[in-house]
């Protein structure tokens, strides 16, 4: 079973800065694209962020210039540097990984998509 853990979330006053994490564990064989998804209450879920395996990123235009997304491929391991935060950062973030190749019990290799449970990030004074 691949699982995907989050980290890092928290209260935060205005202006400052989290760092989240996201652990993949399993008979994992490669993990391409990973990225970070928010919900806000009452929104619907919203991509934040998204870095290739290759190191390739992408990011919503209401965080560029204030967030940064990174990977550690060797420790299935990604990123989200959060500076300069605002009240309208408030949300539940998940991380998610739309093509991950596991080993197969039998032999050979499947893909999937899994995705965290979310860690909450909260931005108030």
């Known amino acids: 079973q691949v699982q995907l853990v989050e980290s890092g979330g928290g209260l935060v006053q205005p202006g400052g800065s989290l760092r989240l994490s996201c652990a993949a564990s399993g008979s994992i064989f490669s993990i391409n694209a990973m990225g970070w998804y928010r919900q806000?209450?009452?929104?619907?879920?919203e991509l934040v962020a998204v870095i290739t395996r290759g190191g390739s990123t992408n990011y919503a235009d209401s965080v560029k210039g204030r967030f940064?997304?990174?990977r550690d491929?060797?420790?299935n391991t990604v990123y989200l540097q959060m500076n300069s935060l605002k009240p309208e950062d408030t949300a539940v973030y998940y991380c998610n990984a739309p093509d991950i190749v596991i080993m197969r019990p039998g032999g050979g290799t499947r893909s999937l998509e899994v995705w965290g449970q979310g860690t909450l990030v909260t931005v108030s004074s």
């Not at 806000?40 to 879920?45: D, Y």
């Open 40 to 45: 806000a209450p009452g929104k619907q879920r």
């Open 68 to 70: 940064s997304i990174s």
């Open 73 to 75: 491929n060797a420790k």
